[in-house]
T-cell receptor, first 115, second 115 residues
Framework: NAGVMQNPRHLVRRRGQEARLRCSPMKGHSHVYWYRQLPEEGLKFMVYLQKENIIDESGMPKERFSAEFPKEGPSILRIQQVVRGDSAAYFC?????????????FGQGTRLTVV | AQTVTQSQPEMSVQEAETVTLSCTYDTSESDYYLFWYKQPPSRQMILVIRQEAYKQQNATENRFSVNFQKAAKSFSLKISDSQLGDAAMYFCACFHTGANSKLTFGKGITLSVRP
């Protein structure tokens, strides 16, 4: 029973390129949460998705960032035209239900470096 | 909105001794969960312990226990018989079960263990 899988673990992008981060939730989990961790900071909520729906994107920057969780396949966090300030660790968590956040499991994160 | 405050950026403990990590939170909700997560150098977010707000009894997991003071909105983590493997960042987090809720993290505390 694999845990939450994120890939890639490390991603290097030049300024202006696109970054695509993937998150495969645990089996049976249909709720996915994305968090961003800046250096020396705690995790900040970005977006909460359920299969094919964005439930809460109040933490997402208004421009360049988007997220999806299709019916089939992993959840994708997409960052267009990356800038240096996007360099951070991006974590995904999944749970079996919204209330199941108490049972949420985190992936190992993707460290994005923008050069 | 809810906030989580960890005012100590770092602490140090001698191996085999006991250390307490502080956390305060603020929420207007009556039904919520509190968590402590451990983040070792691997960056994996590991759930250490969880407390349901409606439970008066403090949660305990082996060497880890909490002191939950609901009226004071305080949620400290006590690590007994500290081990070298306990060295990590520790994050306090809060989640309430109301609408538009998300897991809110403190800034974290770096714990070092002296051999």
């Amino acid at each position: 029973n694999a845990g939450v899988m994120q890939n890639p673990r490390h991603l290097v992008r030049r300024r202006g390129q696109e970054a695509r981060l993937r998150c495969s939730p645990m089996k049976g989990h249909s709720h996915v949460y994305w968090y961003r961790q800046l250096p020396e900071e705690g995790l900040k909520f970005m977006v909460y998705l359920q299969k094919e729906n964005i439930i809460d994107e109040s933490g997402m920057p208004k421009e360049r960032f988007s997220a999806e969780f299709p019916k089939e396949g992993p959840s994708i966090l997409r960052i267009q035209q990356v800038v240096r300030g996007d360099s951070a660790a991006y974590f995904c968590a999944s749970s079996p239900s919204r209330q199941g956040i108490a049972e949420a499991f985190f992936g190992q994160g993707t460290r994005l470096t923008v050069v | 909105a809810q906030t989580v405050t960890q005012s100590q950026p770092e602490m140090s403990v001698q191996e085999a001794e006991t250390v307490t990590l502080s956390c305060t939170y603020d929420t207007s909700e009556s039904d919520y969960y509190l968590f402590w997560y451990k983040q070792p150098p691997s960056r994996q977010m590991i759930l250490v312990i969880r407390q349901e707000a409606y439970k008066q009894q403090n949660a305990t997991e082996n060497r880890f226990s909490v002191n939950f003071q609901k009226a004071a909105k305080s949620f400290s983590l006590k690590i007994s018989d500290s081990q070298l493997g306990d060295a990590a960042m520790y994050f306090c987090a809060c989640f309430h079960t109301g609408a538009n809720s998300k897991l809110t993290f403190g800034k974290g505390i770096t714990l070092s263990v002296r051999p």
